[in-house]
């Protein structure tokens, strides 16, 4: 890729309830790509907000307040089949952990993940 070739953004819709964690989230997307990726741009709203936005290319569900758990992933995968969904939920729940990759999660994130690791689970997954 040519070093002068300038990236569109990829759009990271970011679903929570909790304000402090709707910040911290969002701006883990907002930092500068490493070099050859493109810069992420995090977009929040309500579900119905997000799933409207068809200039989506992933979304970050945080299941720690999110009321309707793997429904809530079932319900946007009904709906927008092609959207790449990244969880984050609680660790050492591994029914939960599967239930979530079976409802069409690309990626499962525990609160002990870095936002490094967060950044990665979208890049490695941009293609």
Same mark, same amino acid.
């Given at each position: ?8 953004? %990829? ?8 304000? #402090?964690? =709707?910040?911290?989230?969002?701006? %883990?997307?907002?930092? *500068? $790509? ?7 741009? $995090? ?6 907000? =997000? #799933? ?10 945080? *299941? ?21 969904? %990244?969880? %984050?939920? $609680? ?16 990626a499962y994130l525990d609160l002990k993940a870095s936002p490094q690791i967060a950044r990665q689970a979208v890049e490695a997954d941009r293609k």
């Amino acid at each position: 890729m040519s070093p002068n070739r300038k990236l569109e953004p %990829i759009r990271v819709g970011v679903l929570t309830a909790e304000p #402090l964690r =709707l910040a911290g989230i969002a701006s %883990i997307f907002e930092d *500068l $790509p490493s070099e050859g990726y493109a810069p992420l741009s $995090p977009v929040v709203g309500s579900l119905e907000e =997000l #799933l409207s936005d068809c200039t989506l290319a992933f979304l970050v569900v945080d *299941l720690h307040s999110s009321a309707g758990g793997v429904k809530t992933l079932e319900a946007i995968r009904r709906r927008r089949p092609g959207l790449r969904l %990244i969880v %984050i939920g $609680p660790e050492g729940d591994d029914k939960l952990i599967l239930d979530s990759i079976m409802a069409g999660a690309r990626a499962y994130l525990d609160l002990k993940a870095s936002p490094q690791i967060a950044r990665q689970a979208v890049e490695a997954d941009r293609k």
